[in-house]
């Protein structure tokens, strides 16, 4: 089993930033991924940010390239998102996932934090 606990959501004024953890712990030994998604109210779950976790490579929605940066302490099992220039449009609750059976595939979720945008 894997635990994955998010920290760092909060409110923000349009164009400010915030900064997400994800500390993974338990049977991460076989990542293949890692990554952040996000629900906004009466939305589907999308993904927002995430790592190939062994080959180091990231991957972006379209809609957060070069505001958004994903990076990750593969020591310490933690993830980050760094959120710059946010917008309203950006609020959502926000999910830690991780991948343990291919790369791109993720099967274990995080409570979530909330990230709330105001204009």
């Known amino acids: 089993q894997v635990q994955l606990v998010e920290s760092g959501g909060g409110l923000v004024q349009a164009g400010g930033s915030l900064r997400l953890s994800c500390v993974a712990s338990g049977r991460t030994f076989s990542t293949y991924a890692m990554g952040w998604f996000r629900q906004a109210p009466g939305k589907a779950r999308e993904f927002v940010a995430g790592?190939?976790?062994?080959?180091?490579?990231?991957v972006y929605k379209d809609s957060v390239k070069g505001r958004f940066t994903i990076s990750r302490t593969t020591a310490e099992n933690t993830v980050y998102l760094q959120m710059n220039s946010l917008k309203p449009e950006d609020t959502a609750v926000y999910y830690c996932?991780?991948?343990?059976?291919?790369?791109?595939?993720?099967?274990?979720w995080g409570h979530g934090t909330q990230v709330t945008v105001s204009s």
């Open positions: 996932a991780l991948g343990t059976v291919q790369e791109g595939a993720y099967n274990y």
């Open positions: 790592f190939n976790w062994k080959r180091g490579a990231t």
